[in-house]
Each structure stands twice: as C-alpha cells, then as structure tokens.
C-alpha cells in the first residue's frame, strides 16, 4: 500500500492550485484524478475568466474568496509563466430598464470590496468597444476582469507541484474512502489502496460521490451546462474587453470575449441538466447563444466558428460554494458548489484550505528548498525574428513546423510530451501547446501528432489516443 | 542579420503541389533564370500525393492517370529545367511590397527570400465538423476526409472500421471507395442538399459500384459518444434544409468522415493585405492571375477550389508564365480594367478582373453555377452586348466551367455572364 499523508481527489484547478500550496510545507501529498491527464473537467471547460468578485453575493465565502483570488494573479501569472492579461470588463445597459439597474450593481460591487468599478458613458464605451451596439445608454467598467489560458493555469500549477514533490496518480478513479475510529484511514483507487490522514475532496462534479463514500452527502451536484464558440482569429467583429450583459434575475446571461490567444469567445448557456456525462453541444444551446449575444454586439460572425464545446458546472443543491471539516470524521476536507468562479478562486482556496488545516492541528513545516518558478514550453511563433532564428540554429526542430495555423513547432511538441507530467494524448498536447486548436482543427496536423506521440511514447499508433482510455484514435496499420 | 539565411531568386513559388509546379514550370520556360519553389511537405506533389486513385490528366494528357502519375510528369519537367526546392519549408510571412518571404525549416533556419514575383500556390484546406456546427459530443473518430485519405494513403493508417460519411463531395466518396476496398463498412454518405456535391462520375464510380446508399436532403444532427463515437442521430431536411427532428434515426458507426467543402488557404495572403475576393475566398486576380498586389500572382486551389487538377494546371501555367514576365520587367502595362460580374445562376467569375490593352487578346474564364440546370446557353455580355454564347447539355454546381474570351471585343467596363435556360427560349 502507498503512504502518504494527504491525498487531494481531483486534479482540476482547485486540486492543482491546494496541490502546489501544500508542496510548500514538509508533507506528502498524492494527487489523484479518474482522468489519464491533469487540467480537471470543469476546469478545461469554462470562461477563462479571472474574475474580480465584483457581482458576487456579498458576505459568502464565494465572494470572500474570488476578491482574494484576483489580485494574486499577477504574481502568480508571473512566477508559473501563464498566459493572463489584465484586458478589462465592460458591463453595458443596452435599455433604459437595464440602465437603471446600474448603480444597484455598483453598490453589490462595493459591498463586495471591489471599489474600482467604474461608469461610462455610451460614447465612452463605444470608444473602446466599436462593435458594440450603438444603442448602448451607458455602463460599468470593471477594469481587473482578467483573462487566462485555463489549461496552462492548472498545467502551470501541477508541474510546479510536482517539481516540489508531490505525486500525481492520473488515472486512479477513487472508488472507496476508508474511515476508522472518525479518522480517515486510506483512500481505495483504481491503481491500488492509499494510506493517508488528510483526503481533500476537490472531485467538482463529482465530489457529492465522494462525500457519499464518508457519509457526508448533505447535498446533490446539478451539473448546469454551458455551451460556447469559439471564433476564428481573423474574424472580422472582434471585441477587446469581456463584455457582459446585465444579469437578469434567472442568468448571468452570455458574454463574448478575446481569448488570451486572439480569438472570439461567446457564451455560455446555463441549464441545468441530470446527466454528468452529457457534454454534447445543441441546436437550441447554439443558437440562444447567437440570438443573446447579437444584443450585445449586432455583427457578431458566428460563421467564422471554429468550434463549439460545452462544460458543466458543478453546481449544488442547496446552493453555494462550501468549505466544511467535520468534527467527528478528522482529516475529511470537503470542497463543494465549485461552479462558475472555480478558476479564479482555486489559489484563494488553497490558501484557505492549508489555513484551516493548521488550525485543525496539522503540521505544516514550510520547506527550505521550495522552487518557486516554473518555466512554460517556449512559444516560437511569438518570438522576435532573430529570436526564432537562433533558436532553431540551437535546435532544429523548431524549424519544422508542425501545426499549420497556430504554427506549432516539433521541438514544442516534444517539450510538451517530455516535461514533467508531460502529454500522453492527442488532447493533452494540444491544450499544451494549441497544436490543432486553430481554424483546422487538427485536419493538418493531427495525422503528425498521431505519429509523434506513437514514437515518442513508444507506443503503436492504434494505442493514441485523444484523451482517456476507450477514445482511440485510429484502429490500426494497414499490412 | 545573424543566424538568419538569405536568398535571391526571380520567381519564388509558395506551395509545390500541382499549381506550384505548373507555375514553375511555366516561368522557366518564359526564360526565368532562377525559380524556387518553397514547399511545407517533405515531398513535391501536394494534395495529389494522397490521390492515389485514378482519374487525373484526362483533360490535358487525354489519360487517366493516377494522382501521383500526374504530378510526375511535372516534377520530371521541372527537374530537366532547373526547377529549385526548398522542401519541409513552412512560409511564415509573405511581404507583399518588399517580394520577401519569410520561411523556416529544420536545414537553412529561419530564412529570408528576396524574390522578382511571387507565385501563392498553397492549396486549400478542408472544412470541419465545427465550422458547419454539427450538434453533440466531441468524442475520437471525427475526422475530414482528407486527414483520413492522408492518414490511409500515406500513413498506412486505417482510421476506423464503421463509416459515417456526412457530404457528397469528391474526396468524401472516394474515400468512401477506399475505406470499402481496405475492408471497412461505409454505412451511408449523407448529403444535405437535394443533389450531389462531387462529381458524378465518383458517384457511379465509388458508392453506386460499391452498394453503398447515398442519403440526399439528409444530415446528422448529433454525434454520440464520449470516448470514441458511436454513433450518430441521421435525419432528412425539410426545404428550408433544417433537420425534420421527428424522423431522426440513430445509425451505429465508430468513425464520421466531413467531406463538407474546401477552403483556400489564404491566411498568407491576408496578412500581406492582397485582396479577397468574399465568394471564392481566394484572392481576386486578372486574366494573368495576378492579385491586387502588383508581382504577386495567386493560382490553383488557393484562388478557387478545383474539382478537375488539369484546370489547375492550365490555370497556373499563365501565373507562372506572367510572374516570369513581370520579373524580367516585361509585363506590358494595360489600359482599361474590366470587372467580371457573375449574371443569373452564375457563382462567382475567375478572374475576377480582365486588364485590356496589354499582353494578352485572350481571357479564359472559369466559373461556377449557383444551381443544377439542363440544357442552357452560357451568355457573356459586354454591357449589355452579347459576345459570346455556348451550349451546354448541364450545369452544375460541383463542376466548373470555362469560356474563352476575346478582350478586344469587351467595350463596356463590366463583363456579364449568365446562364439561360433553352426551355424557354
Ligand atoms: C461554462 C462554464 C464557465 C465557467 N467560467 C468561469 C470563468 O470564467 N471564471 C472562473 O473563475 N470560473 C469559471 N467556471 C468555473 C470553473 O471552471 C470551475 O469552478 C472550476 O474549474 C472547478 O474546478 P475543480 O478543480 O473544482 O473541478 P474540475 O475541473 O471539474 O476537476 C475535478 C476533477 O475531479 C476528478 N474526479 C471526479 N471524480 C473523481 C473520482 N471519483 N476519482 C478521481 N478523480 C475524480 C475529475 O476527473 C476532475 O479532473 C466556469 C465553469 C463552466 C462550466
Ligand atoms: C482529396 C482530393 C481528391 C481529388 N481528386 C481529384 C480527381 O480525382 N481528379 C482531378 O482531376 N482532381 C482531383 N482533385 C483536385 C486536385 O487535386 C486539386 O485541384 C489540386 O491538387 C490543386 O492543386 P494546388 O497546387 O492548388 O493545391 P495543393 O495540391 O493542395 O498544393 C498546395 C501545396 O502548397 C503547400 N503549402 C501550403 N501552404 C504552404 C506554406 N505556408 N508554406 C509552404 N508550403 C505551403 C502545401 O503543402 C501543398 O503541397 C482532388 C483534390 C483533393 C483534395
């Protein structure tokens, strides 16, 4: 049997964002996740949004969390290399009843500690919206509203992790929690038993299961999907802050923004949905988003889509995000209603979690040689010429150019596979390194990333596959 | 600059497949001393390479050869002329105003051509599953047709073993030929419209021959699965071509192939800021296949996807031929720029502009209809003048058709063509 002494279930943002808090003490920490790469469910599926907490509820641990979260970024972004950018929010009131309801939302805004928010005038935010639609009567500006690359943020944070000691276990789906004399003792997993005091339940849709194997299921997950385009780079109507609309009473409503690598983002639904497998994108889902956002931004070219996903948000009943640890049943952290602010929070979260188990009596010894710094796969193609050039006369791979429209590189690939926690999957590559992210999908470059990964791995090319088990993606070499 | 390689040359080619060699092939014999073509493969020949069916050269060799007997025959002739290559090259950037291009590859790094005239010639790329929005989850086994003909054809690589084919283009039923004779079953090709996408030749050809239905005014409108697919919702359109959701049937298949349309690539082109012509998405040329931007020509699929390559060919000698020209400082000015504008039933016009009162007396238009249509009269009007009729027994949207037109006769600024029905005259 492994021994360890924390065992975090799930390896999505707040899993990776507790992992690498706690990889700063002198403890044993194992990662575990059902999935065959890190990067989560929710957590690969969502905004991209780093939040301000501006719209929170006031006085929840939600809202106490994400304003904590926001300003940790730039440090955060900085010391991990992750893509993040400051761009800004704008919140326009396209009616006069949309209109009135502003200062109401300034006020939550101040409640919630966010002071920075600001109005505009409607030739204000045309000014720096010009697709907006001009019918705009005013709004808000919520400057700190961020944006990140999601897959990087938790990649970024588990290689940190790992380089400071923690164990990642992928593919160990957690199917059984042993409890004796209200101690946690071992965590059962599909890759064999783990011993353990501490068991950090951060499973996102998942974690009510969990709870069940402790006999703390007080709650229901609902997961509540959310279904987006992405647009092509080159689109013509493009916006360069998040603009939001106002939220009515049932929806938060659905946004249209730059991702961190230029393209369009529009989206997400919210419905609220039984099965926690459904992630298929709809006719109906699609199309509200094109009819809501065209509100917004009147010459919006969904034909210039890409793709389209869909994630689900881990969304509990009763609502709310929760933090609880129970007296009679010690080293049990349970983390649920992880739903729409999860990405932002996460490294607020995991503050919070190692402060609760210092107070539960846990002990934590900062380590000495804690490396703070993590290096991300160098980006060829946003190199300076003479940069790229030397780089390749380094090393040639780089001069062969692999994914045609994000101009991905061989020796990209290769770091990506080759790192620690390195890809295993066509998938994992590409939220790497965006290999087959851009306008073909993989058409050109996914029959070379089959056979990269195939040699690389040593692997034949029947046994790549796109993510988990079960997904091959070819069936075999012709004789 | 250090570390960076450069080269001079008078005429430099973008893309090497058979627009690429024609052009070259074209601008040597014009009397181009040097001509480079820059290729992102590790072989000459592009999309033909993975043709390896028959069906080529009919046209221009009166043959029926296979894809890579095709380009052979260019390859060889550009070889005896001094045709140079740079292979496993990627071209990064093309200057428009400067005739510099900027390229990578794994033996001369990043390097830098200086060239007389420009020749794009990169092809076009396959439309996706997203970018025609098709409804469900994103399992493994969701590829186009083409990545699976490459995959199968130059890889050895079987994609699946039960096929769904959505769209009847012609790489969509060939390989739906291919995938049958390498002992997979092609369930159905499902096409929305109420006629064929691709040629109909490959429709006798590679389904009928092969049993395999063809399901017209029909689409998929979810694909099932979360690891690999398993199968997909098939359910015919009404007229306005949304799906009719109550006669939805599920069909088990564990592979769906898009043969859902061809798009030039022309991400190059828009960043040296040349012109695009909105319909061909390809840019707007001349009769001697140069673009908006003077020295720089455009043939092949980049300018319009071709059904037949021997167009291509043809096509792209007369780029290669005048980027030649212009190189040697030889290509004559003109004297009036008439625009070619698609008339009744007509797609679009390429070229899309015709120079008058310089090289060339006559303009070889190629063209494609909106609808199906039987016995018609292709009509060219200058103005309002009729010069030029011709009968045909069909047209049809997945065939081209060409016309030759004397410039000299075109008086007025706009070239019109349509097509009349002979049914009612
Ligand atoms: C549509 C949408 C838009 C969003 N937009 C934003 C945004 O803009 N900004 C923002 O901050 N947040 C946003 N969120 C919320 C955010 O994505 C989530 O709150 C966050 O990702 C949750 O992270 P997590 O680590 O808790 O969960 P997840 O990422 O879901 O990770 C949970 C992990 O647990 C694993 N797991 C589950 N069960 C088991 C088991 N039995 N054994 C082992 N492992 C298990 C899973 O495999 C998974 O990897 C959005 C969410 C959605 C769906
Ligand atoms: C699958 C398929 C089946 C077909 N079947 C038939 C048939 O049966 N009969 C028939 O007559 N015609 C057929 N055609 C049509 C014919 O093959 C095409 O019209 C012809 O190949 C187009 O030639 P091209 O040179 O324009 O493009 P391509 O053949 O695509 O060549 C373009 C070249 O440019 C290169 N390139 C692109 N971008 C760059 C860059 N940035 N840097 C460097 N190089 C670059 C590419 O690698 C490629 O080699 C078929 C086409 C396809 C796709």
Redesign the pocket.
């Given at each position: 049997m492994i021994k360890t002494d924390v065992v975090i279930?799930?390896?999505?943002?707040?899993?990776?964002a507790i992992a690498r808090e706690l990889s700063k003490y002198e403890i044993d920490v194992i990662v575990?996740?059902?999935?065959e790469d890190i990067?989560?469910?929710?957590?690969?599926?969502?905004?991209?949004?780093?939040?301000t907490g501006y719209d929170a509820a006031p006085g929840t641990l939600e809202s106490q969390l994400?304003v904590a979260a926001n300003p940790m970024y730039d440090r955060l972004a900085k010391e991990l290399d992750v893509p993040f950018r400051r761009i800004g929010a704008i919140l326009p009131a396209i009616t006069l009843e949309q209109f009135e309801q502003l200062p109401a939302i300034m006020e939550k805004a101040f409640k919630n500690h966010v002071y920075d928010v600001e109005y505009k005038s409607a030739a204000e935010l045309l000014e720096m919206e010009p697709n907006l639609n001009p019918e705009v009567k005013g709004g808000l500006f919520i400057p700190r509203e961020s944006i990140i690359d999601?897959f990087i943020l938790c990649q970024a944070l588990a290689e940190n992790a790992c380089e400071n000691g923690v164990h990642f276990l992928p593919g160990?789906?957690?199917?059984g929690i042993n409890v004796e004399n209200g101690r946690i003792k071992s965590v059962l997993?599909a890759k064999g038993e783990i011993s353990t005091t501490y068991v950090i339940n951060?499973?996102?849709?998942?974690?009510d299961?969990?709870a069940a194997m402790v006999g703390k299921a007080d709650y229901k997950v609902v997961p509540?999907?959310?279904q987006?385009f992405i647009l092509d780079k080159n689109t013509s109507c493009k916006v360069n802050h998040i603009v939001l609309p106002i939220p009515t009473k049932v929806t938060k409503g659905k946004l249209m923004c730059p991702t961190i690598h230029g393209n369009m983002l529009i989206?997400?639904t919210a419905e609220d949905i039984p099965d926690k497998e459904d992630k298929s994108v709809t006719y109906e889902g699609l199309a509200s988003i094109e009819q809501d956002v065209r509100k917004l931004v009147p010459n919006v070219c969904i034909r210039d889509t890409i793709t389209q996903y869909?994630?689900?948000?881990?969304n509990r009943n009763p609502e709310g995000l929760h933090f609880d640890m129970y007296d009679d049943l010690y080293g049990y952290i349970n983390?649920s209603g992880?739903?729409?602010?999860?990405?932002?929070?996460?490294v607020a979260m995991a503050k919070y979690v190692v402060r609760q188990m210092l107070w539960s009596g846990a002990k934590l010894n900062l380590k000495e040689n804690f490396i703070p710094r993590r290096k991300g796969i160098v980006v060829f193609h946003e190199l300076p010429i003479n940069e790229q050039a030397a780089l390749v006369k380094k090393n040639p791979l780089y001069g062969n150019i692999i994914c045609r429209c994000e101009t991905i590189t061989e020796a990209e690939i290769l770091d990506a596979i080759h790192r620690p926690l390195g890809a295993k999957s066509i998938d994992a590559v590409k939220r790497r390194v965006r290999a087959g992210m851009g306008r073909c999908q993989g058409g050109f470059c996914g029959p070379k990333v089959i056979e990269i990964l195939s040699r690389e791995l040593n692997i034949p090319v029947e046994s790549v596959n796109k993510n988990n088990p079960g997904s091959y993606m070819v069936s075999g070499t012709n004789k | 600059m250090e570390n960076i390689f450069e080269m001079f040359c008078d005429v430099a080619i973008v893309g090497g497949g058979p627009a690429g060699l024609s052009a070259a092939v074209a601008a040597k014999e014009e009397g181009s001393q040097k001509v480079l073509i820059i290729e992102r493969d590790n072989a000459l020949g592009g999309i033909l390479q993975q043709c390896i069916h028959p069906g080529f050269g009919l046209k221009l060799f009166n043959e029926e050869l296979t894809g890579p007997e095709y380009y052979g025959r260019f390859i060889k002739k550009a070889k005896e002329l001094g045709v140079e290559y740079l292979l496993s090259t990627m071209v990064l950037e093309v200057n428009a105003e400067n005739k510099i291009i900027t390229c990578v590859n794994s033996q001369t790094g990043l390097t830098l051509i200086k060239a007389g005239s420009i020749v794009l010639a990169m092809g076009c790329r396959e439309r996706t599953r997203a970018n025609i929005m098709v409804p469900g989850t994103r399992p493994a086994g969701l590829y186009t047709a083409g990545s699976a003909q490459r995959l199968l054809n130059r890889q050895n690589i079987m994609v699946g073993k039960k096929i769904v084919i959505l769209g009847s283009g012609d790489i969509g039923m060939i390989m739906a030929r291919r995938m049958t004779l390498e002992g997979a079953r092609v369930v159905m090709v499902v096409e929305l419209m109420d006629y064929l996408a691709g040629l109909t030749r490959n429709k006798v050809q590679c389904l009928d021959d092969f049993g395999i239905p063809l399901r017209l005014s029909h689409t998929i409108t979810k694909i099932v699965g979360n690891k690999r697919v398993e199968g997909v919702y098939v359910a015919p359109v009404g007229p306005d071509r949304k799906p009719v959701v109550e006669k939805e049937e599920f069909v088990e298949c564990d592979t769906v192939l898009f043969s859902v349309g061809l798009i030039p690539e022309n991400e190059l082109t828009k960043k040296a800021g040349i012109k695009i012509d909105p319909v061909t998405s390809g840019p707007a040329v001349d009769q001697y296949m140069q673009t908006s931007a003077e020295g720089i020509f455009a043939c092949g699929n980049v300018v319009h996807v071709n059904d037949l390559v021997d167009n291509v060919s043809s096509e792209s000698a007369i780029a290669g031929k005048y980027a030649a020209k212009y190189a040697a400082g030889n290509l004559n000015a003109h004297t009036r720029l008439v625009r070619c504008v698609p008339g009744v039933n007509i797609r679009y016009i390429c070229p899309q502009f015709i120079k008058v009162g310089g090289d060339e007396e006559k303009a070889r238009l190629y063209f494609r209809v909106q609808k199906p249509m039987k016995q018609v009269t292709l009509v060219a009007k200058s103005g309002s003048e009729i010069i030029l009729k011709q009968k045909e027994i069909r047209v049809n949207p997945g065939e081209m058709n060409s016309m030759e037109i004397e410039t000299s006769k075109l008086a007025s600024d706009d070239l019109i063509l349509e097509v009349d029905s002979d049914s009612q005259a």
């Open positions: 279930i799930g390896a999505g943002a707040v899993g990776c575990v996740d059902k999935n990067g989560g469910d929710a957590s690969k599926s969502n905004s991209a949004i780093i939040h994400v999601p160990a789906k957690v199917t997993t951060s499973a996102g849709l998942y974690c299961e969990i509540r999907k959310g987006f989206g997400p869909c994630g689900l948000r881990p983390l992880v739903r729409s602010t999860g990405l932002t929070l996460s | -």
